[in-house]
């Protein structure tokens, strides 16, 4: 496996990056404030980046980041991409639904991805090459083949909306089966375990994307962006079993 040792390492990243976590999820003294673009910030979300860049500058030196919080170093062709806490209005709620998300990108294309949701018990990772596990075991997308059967996850009305999509994703909802908004990481890992079929939304960074492609894609599924493009770059994500990606894709494209 090309990227054993790399995986090896992100893991042990996220073993540092849950101790933190876990400490300050319910803590009473917890700092919150509220960044540029009018999200939530925590001390907990500054302490585990910090902490994983700090250990990535030991053990990958030559290496490039790309952290939520501490912004992108200088360009390498090995990148680490992290997102301290995907879901940290949930973090700061009491909601238990977040997560640290940690990957290695190698010319662009992520090929290690751990996402790690210790009040969740949950931990989900894959290499490229090397197939997607959880805690519970080898992981793969479902295999069904019909709109008419497919569990959707859209992860948030308004993003739909702002997008200008909010009409194509109705259509949708009134093809499928089930409609959940499960959010964040979670939809994803879903889509990867097989529980859910499809999950797509807007408005995304690389750093809320990067761990999630080699999980989807290596269980098995397709990782792109809404309207095409495979990858981390384009600002939005749709990632399904495969099977339904085309014809997803055609339901919810922009209109004319």
Excluded: C
Excluded at 168 to 191: C, E, P
Aim: no cysteine; hydrophobic share 45%.
């Amino acid at each position: 496996m090309a990227h054993e040792d790399d995986l090896a390492l992100a893991l042990t990243l996220a073993d540092a990056a849950d101790a933190i976590s876990r400490e300050r999820f319910h803590a009473r003294d917890l700092d919150v404030s509220l960044k540029a673009d009018h999200t939530h910030v925590t001390d907990a979300d500054r302490r585990v980046e910090a902490a994983i860049r700090s250990l990535l500058s030991a053990a990958r030196p030559a290496d490039a980041f790309y952290g939520e919080e501490s912004g992108r170093s200088e360009a390498a062709s090995r990148e680490w991409i992290v997102d301290p806490i995907d879901g940290t209005a949930n973090f700061l709620r009491g909601v238990p639904v977040w997560a640290t998300l940690i990957a290695l990108v190698v010319d662009g294309v992520p090929v290690v991805g751990v996402v790690s949701a210790p009040a969740l018990h949950r931990r989900w990772w894959a290499s490229a090459g090397g197939g997607a596990f959880s805690l519970e075991g080898p992981l793969h997308v479902s295999t069904v083949t019909s709109l008419a059967d497919a569990s959707l996850s859209y992860n948030g009305l308004q993003y739909w909306m702002e997008a200008g999509r909010i009409e194509q994703l109705l259509a949708l909802a009134g093809q499928v089966w089930r409609t959940r908004a499960y959010g964040d990481f979670w939809s994803y890992m879903l889509v990867a375990e097989g529980a859910v079929d499809i999950s797509g939304e807007f408005d995304l960074q690389p750093y809320d994307m990067a761990a999630l492609y080699p999980i989807v894609t290596e269980a098995g599924g397709r990782f792109s962006g809404i309207d095409g493009g495979d990858g981390i770059w384009q600002g939005s994500a749709l990632a399904t079993n495969g099977l339904l990606h085309d014809e997803v894709m055609a339901v919810v494209a922009p209109g004319p």
